[in-house]
């Protein structure tokens, strides 16, 4: 390895740790302050779940790679159907997942 290597990946490491890292732990010291129920966290976990649901809204109806092969009902129906699930259980994510993939399946 070159040193020009070495300084790309010593760059990489910086820039991803002061992108990152220093967030996560001024959210550790400063979520101890925080009430569940106050404002602030109330909008904070509303647009973390709204990015959620653009990440997945965008992979349901835009993919790329090997899922862009799918029929269009095919992904609506399973993103649908593991929805349900989440839903109807109780909010229990992995069986949720589970609903999903068989209903990919044909389940």
Known sequence: ???QEIGVFVF???AGTLGTDIWRWLGVFGGK???EESEALVWVRSV???LV???IASQVLYPGGGLAG???ALRIGAAAAGFAV???LSIAVSL???ASGLYWLGV
């Open 12 to 14: 990489i490491l910086i």
């Open 33 to 35: 302050r925080l009430s």
């Open 70 to 72: 799918t029929p269009i």
């Open 1 to 3: 390895m070159t040193a």
């Open 96 to 98: 949720a997942v589970l």
């Open 48 to 50: 973390a779940t709204a």
């Open 86 to 88: 989440f839903l109807l």
């Open 53 to 55: 649901a653009g990440v």
